[in-house]
């Protein structure tokens, strides 16, 4: 007589590993648009998202959202939520916004791994979005 023998899945002992992170947001940045978003009653958050346009290819776009979308992708941080469009989330992942101000103007800025390149005014950058490699590998 044979005795079962039970086998576990390598999925099973393996701990679920951490989705990278899409989006972060600066102290700066953070206190900064809550700071806005004080004085906008009825936002739940900020959009983010990507458009064609520029001399570089795309542009950022940001708009004050009053309702999250069914298919938002929902960053929070730094008590700030952030609703990134689903169409954006390749272009933004593992970007840093900031806040910056210098003597001639303020701005939010994104630190994006994923840019390329920008044209000379700052307006428009060329993104390349990220792969199931680059995805694969920020996974660990």
């Known amino acids: 007589m044979t005795t079962p023998t039970t086998t576990s899945s390598p999925a099973a002992s393996t701990p679920a590993r951490a989705r990278p992170k899409l989006m972060s947001v600066t102290d700066v940045a953070a206190e900064r648009l809550k700071a ?61 916004m900031d806040y910056k101000t210098d003597k001639l103007s303020s701005q939010f800025v994104f630190n994006n791994p994923n840019q390329k390149s920008a044209c000379g005014c700052g307006e428009s950058v060329n993104l390349i979005p990220v792969g199931k490699d680059a995805l694969d590998a920020m996974k660990g």
Do not use: H
């Not at 004050?64 to 941080?77: H, K, L, N, P, S």
């Open 36 to 96: 806005i978003m004080a004085g906008k009653p009825g936002v739940v958050g900020l959009r983010l998202g990507i458009k064609k346009g520029g001399c570089a290819g795309m542009e950022y776009t940001m708009t004050w959202a009053e309702t999250q979308d069914r298919f938002d992708e929902v960053v929070e941080d730094k008590g700030v939520k952030l609703l990134i469009e689903p169409t954006a989330i390749m272009y933004l992942l593992g970007t840093e």
